[in-house]
């Protein structure tokens, strides 16, 4: 988070408060997106094992590295929501607060007496966010599920892959990250700026199986036009033409060939001094294999190297597939600001660039649960007798 610049710049959502609820991945990035661009984010975990993220994996120091790049410019308290004291503590807490985000199994919050219904009862204007794998209603609303489940009832795993192999892995979570945390920000950013004009809140409820699905545009034109998607590996996207696919280089590294439109692949052609190719741009069937197989003899005569200094200056979308250690690295993704350092760890920087933003200073994700609790529980009107003795309770 970083402090008004000189000449008056503010972060825009400065001035907004936010009471985050969730663990892991989907909801913990969507208030770090909303931290970085000014709000007051109170990162709320239980008193016993908190967000499971902290242990989750490698670990950089007390903390995994995994929780420390998706819990940055967060204030941290500890509190029990299960204890009649911790429930009036944080209902307090609503009462200042302008957004809630929680990733709870639907109802778990109504149980807790802390559902939308009656907190919206103590502050009406609050945007209430529920992230969940399918949703508050419909036949699977209480299932368990990870990005996998969410993506292969969406339509979607069963579209990546390669032609006549099975779906394919990706550890970049379309259901966990489209589908819960930007469909989140959308739906959270959505519902605020209207509680900002009427007074009052609302429940947004993200599915991200819902999420994922609202963005198969390609799949849903096929079923459109055919009846049915075309098969894994056999649309347009994903390897059906010769111009848009990756192709094996000598060092067995990988260049992407992006050519769609004409003008593109007529470059590729002229660069690659196969200006026989021209004709099979789009062409699909034996003749679109016959001329994939062309293109990949040819890229694999030279290094992925050599084959990008070739490319660097011609303007035809043909670009070296890079290792996330490269792409850290890359002039172009440093140069907007895309890696920072936070508390000396290699970040992913804001992905939105606004204009008059002041210099971002950007805080570690705390280390200790609940090592903010003295200061937030005191802005919440507390005195420190009685943090002393909720803290004795063990309610923080």
């Known amino acids: 988070m970083s402090e008004d610049s000189r000449d008056g710049a503010r972060l825009p959502l400065a001035g907004v408060r936010v009471?985050?609820?969730?663990?892991?991945?989907?909801?913990?990035?969507?208030?770090?997106?909303?931290?970085?661009?000014?709000?007051?984010?109170?990162k709320i975990e239980d008193t016993g094992a908190g967000d499971y993220a902290r242990g989750m994996g490698a670990m950089g120091g007390d903390t995994s590295w995994f929780y420390q790049v998706v819990n940055r410019n967060k204030r941290s308290l500890r509190l029990d929501l299960k204890h009649p004291e911790g429930r009036a503590v944080f209902e307090k807490l609503v009462a200042g607060a302008d957004i809630?985000?929680?990733?709870?199994?639907?109802?778990?919050?109504?149980?807790?007496?802390?559902?939308?219904?009656?907190?919206?009862?103590?502050?009406?204007?609050?945007?209430?966010?529920?992230?969940?794998?399918?949703?508050?209603?419909?036949?699977?609303?209480q299932r368990a599920g990870h990005?996998?489940?969410?993506?292969?009832y969406a339509g979607v795993l069963d579209q990546i892959g390669t032609a006549g192999g099975a779906p394919a892995l990706s550890n970049l979570q379309l259901g966990d990250l489209l589908g819960g945390t930007m469909t989140a920000l959308f739906g959270i950013l959505t519902a605020l700026v209207d509680a900002r004009a009427s007074g009052k809140g609302r429940m947004v409820?993200?599915?991200?199986?819902?999420?994922?699905?609202?963005?198969?545009?390609?799949?849903?034109?096929?079923?459109?036009a055919r009846g049915q998607v075309r098969p894994r590996g056999e649309d347009l996207l994903t390897g059906q033409v010769p111009c848009y696919g990756v192709y094996?280089?000598?060092?067995?590294?990988?260049?992407?060939?992006?050519?769609?439109e004409a003008k593109f692949w007529n470059l590729v052609c002229d660069t690659l001094e196969r200006p026989d190719l021209k004709p099979f741009h789009l062409a699909a069937g034996e003749i679109g294999e016959g001329a994939k197989a062309e293109l990949a003899a040819i890229f694999a005569s030279r290094s992925q190297a050599e084959w990008a200094a070739l490319f660097d200056g011609v303007d035809c979308c043909v670009t070296p597939v890079l290792s996330l250690e490269e792409s850290l690295e890359n002039?172009?993704?440093?140069?907007?600001?895309?890696?920072?350092?936070?508390?000396?760890v290699r970040q992913f920087g804001p992905p939105v660039k606004l204009s008059g933003m002041p210099e971002q200073v950007f805080r570690p994700a705390p280390t200790v649960a609940g090592a903010?609790?003295?200061?937030?529980?005191?802005?919440?009107?507390?005195?420190?007798a009685d943090i002393a003795r909720l803290r004795g309770a063990g309610v923080i």
């Open 19 to 42: 009471l985050d609820l969730t663990r892991l991945l989907p909801g913990p990035l969507a208030t770090q997106h909303l931290a970085d661009y000014g709000a007051d984010v109170v």
């Open 100 to 141: 809630l985000v929680e990733g709870f199994r639907p109802g778990v919050m109504d149980k807790l007496g802390l559902g939308y219904d009656a907190l919206a009862r103590i502050n009406p204007r609050l945007v209430f966010c529920s992230i969940s794998g399918y949703g508050q209603t419909g036949p699977y609303a």
């Open 147 to 152: 990005d996998l489940n969410y993506i292969g």
């Open 205 to 224: 409820d993200v599915s991200m199986t819902d999420g994922v699905m609202a963005h198969a545009i390609f799949p849903l034109a096929e079923v459109l």
């Open 248 to 260: 094996r280089t000598a060092d067995g590294r990988y260049m992407a060939v992006g050519a769609l």
């Open 331 to 344: 002039p172009q993704l440093k140069a907007r600001g895309m890696v920072v350092e936070v508390g000396g």
């Open 372 to 384: 903010d609790s003295d200061a937030v529980l005191g802005e919440a009107g507390l005195s420190a």
